[in-house]
């Protein structure tokens, strides 16, 4: 069984305004971080200074990783729309639930083998 042609033309047109979503927030976060301020090696900043630009780095850090594993995974469902294998469970291979699919395009999982893989 595999989705309807205008389905998937909907999901992969929705999948690549999420794309472009998803790299400018990328883009944005590198600008705001604190660290991406070449004179600030140069800055003789208090001690707390420091604390609080190394705390804003590591934040913005763990959100562009987020925010990298989320592109990545949309460029995988992308991939899966091309070979015409998306929705299918890469675990069982059963058809993923279209709801599932719905609050999350990149599933890769139907529900029962998300359930056993999170054990």
Same mark, same amino acid.
Do not use: W
């Given at each position: 069984? +595999?989705?309807? !042609?205008? %389905?998937?033309? /909907?999901?992969?047109?929705?999948?690549?305004?999420?794309?472009?979503?998803?790299? +400018?927030?990328?883009? /944005?976060?590198?600008?705001?971080?604190?660290?991406?301020?070449?004179?600030?090696?140069?800055?003789?900043?208090?001690?707390?200074?420091?604390?609080?630009?190394? /705390?804003?780095?590591?934040?913005?850090?763990?959100?562009?990783?987020?925010?990298?594993?989320?592109?990545?995974?949309?460029? %995988?469902? %992308?991939?899966?729309?091309? +070979?015409?294998?998306?929705? !299918?469970?890469?675990?069982?291979? !059963?058809?993923?639930?279209?709801?599932?699919?719905?609050?999350?395009?990149?599933?890769?999982?139907?529900? /029962?083998?998300?359930?056993? !893989?999170?054990?």
């Amino acid at each position: 069984m +595999k989705f309807p !042609k205008e %389905l998937l033309n /909907s999901v992969y047109t929705n999948l690549i305004k999420l794309r472009k979503i998803v790299e +400018k927030r990328i883009s /944005s976060l590198k600008l705001q971080d604190p660290f991406s301020d070449p004179d600030r090696l140069n800055d003789n900043a208090a001690s707390d200074t420091e604390a609080k630009e190394e /705390s804003s780095h590591d934040r913005m850090e763990a959100l562009e990783k987020v925010l990298k594993r989320n592109l990545e995974e949309i460029n %995988l469902a %992308l991939i899966r729309i091309k +070979k015409g294998t998306y929705g !299918k469970c890469q675990n069982c291979g !059963k058809m993923i639930d279209t709801d599932r699919l719905a609050i999350k395009p990149t599933a890769l999982y139907c529900v /029962s083998c998300e359930r056993k !893989k999170e054990k």
